[in-house]
């Protein structure tokens, strides 16, 4: 089993969509980062995690731990955006603050995610 940045990732799949279980790796930067460490042409020969040598696991860590933040670097580096953006009293600090969504999304009708589940309000008596 290869195990980068505390996560272990699925032998069966190939190495390209596995590394995606690496939060902040998506499948454009998974390839840029085969291509980086020397491993180019994994998608002709469809390599799968399992079938790694210990240079090409080397190799990867290498470029992981030299040219990215991931995992809980950047989880921190996120949260502390926005936290400054809270602090700063911007827009978009206001809306983190109140639990609204952040970027121009509609909020009368959708937005049951960020703003909880309906609350609905008895009648008035006659």
Same mark, same amino acid.
């Given at each position: ?10 032998? !069966?799949?190939? &190495?390209k969509y596995a590394l995606t279980a690496i939060y902040? &790796?998506?499948? $454009? ?6 291509? $980086? ?6 998608? @002709?020969?469809? #390599?799968r995690a399992k079938d790694l040598s210990d240079e090409?696991?080397? $190799? ?6 030299? !040219?990215?933040? #991931? ?5 921190? #580096?996120? !949260? #502390?955006? &926005?936290?400054?953006?809270? @602090? !700063?009293? $911007? ?22 995610t960020r703003r909880g589940g309906k609350k609905t ?6």
């Amino acid at each position: 089993m290869v195990r980068f940045l505390g996560i272990d990732l699925a032998n !069966n799949k190939r &190495i390209k969509y596995a590394l995606t279980a690496i939060y902040g &790796i998506g499948l $454009s930067r998974a390839k840029e980062i085969l291509d $980086s460490a020397g491993l180019d042409n994994v998608d @002709e020969t469809g #390599l799968r995690a399992k079938d790694l040598s210990d240079e090409e696991i080397s $190799s990867l860590r290498k470029v992981l731990e030299k !040219n990215y933040q #991931l995992e809980g670097d950047l989880v921190r #580096l996120t !949260n #502390l955006n &926005i936290k400054r953006l809270m @602090e !700063n009293g $911007s827009i978009k600090g206001r809306r983190h603050r109140a639990g609204l969504p952040v970027r121009g999304q509609r909020t009368r009708t959708n937005a049951r995610t960020r703003r909880g589940g309906k609350k609905t309000v008895a009648a008035k008596k006659k």
